[in-house]
């Protein structure tokens, strides 16, 4: 399914006509406009923009914490749903970890299956053979402070893990970790991906990272945010790091950073006129 | 071991010898201040006295912080999760602090009658209002992307309430609860002034009427002995089990 063989014609999730606007008294800011997305099951789709390009409230929405301008359709499983009915139906991985101190990392990694209401001993039997593959085998009982911060973003993708939902929505999980970690995590990431077959949709900052995750990415404007360019990652999986310097793969590169150079300058502009 | 913890019995030793031999070298007489070993003395000879004076308070204490804190906790949390019920009542809650415990005392007599409940009412009154507040405060700072995690979860009400919102409030609640127990100890003994036969707070009356400074004294260091063993066990307890007052 994945390899961008994904079956986009009987799509997960599909979004059209979605737009955002947030009014305050003196403001109007139009964060998201006329969007449209289809992801298929299994697909890997990862989202590339400049900061402030409203990738984030995207997510919000998707995640049901948001509900968009009228007139926008979310389809979740070819079903028409406003926004606050996918609250519960995404699994959601916020750009912070947001592990719970009080709570020993096991704990910390069955906490949606305990708010779905399954008992303590049972969550803790389901998550035991996740804790290897996750790199996290001996840690079970330390408390998130005393972790490093890529082991602290391995629990809490552990935990979006748990939560077993058709689409995962990931927000720059790797943003906050070093070089070397980070490429670590990404080729760890896609190892769990195509094991548990999961549909994910992976916010980043980085191009690199979003053509090297990626079946397809999508290259989003500066406010208002629109999808610009939605590019087919050709690229044979597993992907091995020494992809990263292929010639097809530079150009690839070539065309994303293209396209977001002129939205940086937008963006940028804007900024400066505000 | 703590370091200097010696030299910190050394030091009050040495504070003890230094009244002991201040009162004598000054000719002081035990109508102004007794020396530190008549103080002693009467702590020793009346052992069964003092012994029923302190279970006496300290249950008045206990009680009277146990319902102020479970008091405070409801209010407080009812405050956090309803803005109208925090508009309509807190600023209540705020203007009764404003009024002196004292001018309660009387009331609460005719009230509770002379027994056990008159203290512990002053007691609980006192210890309601930091346990209240902070309980208020802590939950409303509750971090909004966890919050939004928990939803995002499908997580409801009363799953955000107790998975989330209580423990992030629990180190500005055990603030409070330290906070609160001194006072419901004050509160005590202010409450058995206002006529009763045992208690410390009676003792500490007894002895000013009878002029027994000596007595006086011992009493003013078993409160102090006792304030500070009650706020060292929930300093203990709060580093024992409320640990993350960093993290959050």
């Known amino acids: 399914m994945a390899n961008g063989t994904a079956d986009i014609a009987a799509p997960i999730l599909q979004l059209s006509n979605l737009s955002m606007t947030f009014e305050s008294a003196h403001v109007t800011v139009v964060a998201l406009q006329d969007i449209g997305i289809r992801i298929g099951r299994g697909e890997f789709v990862t989202v590339v923009g400049p900061s402030g390009c409203g990738k984030s409230t995207l997510f919000n929405i998707l995640a049901g914490l948001a509900e968009p301008d009228a007139g926008a359709e979310i389809r979740y499983h070819g079903e028409t749903k406003r926004a606050l009915e996918l609250l519960g139906q995404v699994a959601f991985m916020p750009q912070r970890d947001l592990l719970l101190p009080w709570r020993r990392v096991v704990d910390n990694a069955i906490l949606p299956l305990q708010v779905e209401g399954m008992p303590r001993a049972a969550a803790l039997k389901r998550a035991e053979p996740l804790f290897g593959e996750f790199g996290l085998s001996g840690f079970e009982r330390h408390y998130p402070q005393q972790l490093s911060g890529g082991m602290r973003q391995r629990v809490a993708l552990m935990r979006t893990f748990l939560f077993e939902r058709d689409l995962t929505l990931l927000d720059e999980p790797f943003g906050a970790l070093d070089a070397l970690t980070r490429s670590l995590m990404q080729r760890w990431l896609l190892e769990v991906w195509q094991k548990h077959q999961r549909t994910i949709l992976f916010i980043t900052h980085d191009v690199e990272e979003a053509i090297f995750l990626g079946d397809r990415v999508l290259v989003m404007t500066a406010r208002p945010g629109r999808i610009k360019l939605v590019l087919e990652v050709p690229l044979a999986r597993p992907r091995p790091s020494s992809m990263l310097t292929s010639p097809e793969f530079i150009a690839l590169k070539r065309q994303v950073l293209a396209a977001i150079e002129e939205e940086s300058v937008k963006s940028f502009q804007q900024t400066a006129a505000d | ?248």
């Open chain 2, 1 to 248: 071991m703590r370091t200097g913890f010696g030299a910190q019995l050394a030091a009050l030793a040495g504070i003890l010898m230094l009244w002991e031999v201040g009162v004598r070298a000054f000719g002081l007489g035990s109508h102004v201040m007794p020396t530190a070993s008549a103080v002693f003395r009467d702590l020793w000879a009346n052992p069964e006295l003092m012994a029923r004076g302190i279970v006496r308070t300290m249950t008045e204490t206990l009680l009277g912080f146990a319902i102020g804190a479970a008091i405070g906790f409801g209010f407080g949390s009812a405050f956090a999760v309803s803005r109208a019920f925090e508009r309509l009542l807190f600023p209540l809650f705020v203007l009764s602090q404003a009024i002196p415990v004292i001018a309660f005392g009387a009331l609460v007599v005719m009230w509770l009658g002379n027994g056990i409940w008159s203290k512990v009412a002053i007691a609980t009154y006192l210890t309601a209002f930091p346990v209240t507040v902070n309980t208020c405060r802590g939950m409303q700072s509750v971090d909004p992307q966890r919050l939004a995690l928990l939803r995002s979860f499908g997580a409801g009400g009363w799953t955000i309430f107790w998975r989330l919102r209580v423990p992030f409030a629990l180190p500005s609640i055990a603030a409070a609860l330290k906070l609160g127990i001194s006072l419901g100890l004050i509160g005590a003994i202010v409450g058995e002034w206002f006529g009763d036969t045992v208690g410390l707070g009676i003792l500490l009356l007894q002895a000013m009427y009878n002029e027994n400074l000596p007595r006086l004294w011992a009493l003013i260091l078993v409160c102090g002995a006792i304030g500070i063993f009650i706020y060292a066990l929930f300093e203990a307890i709060e580093r024992r089990w409320i640990f993350w007052k960093q993290e959050i």
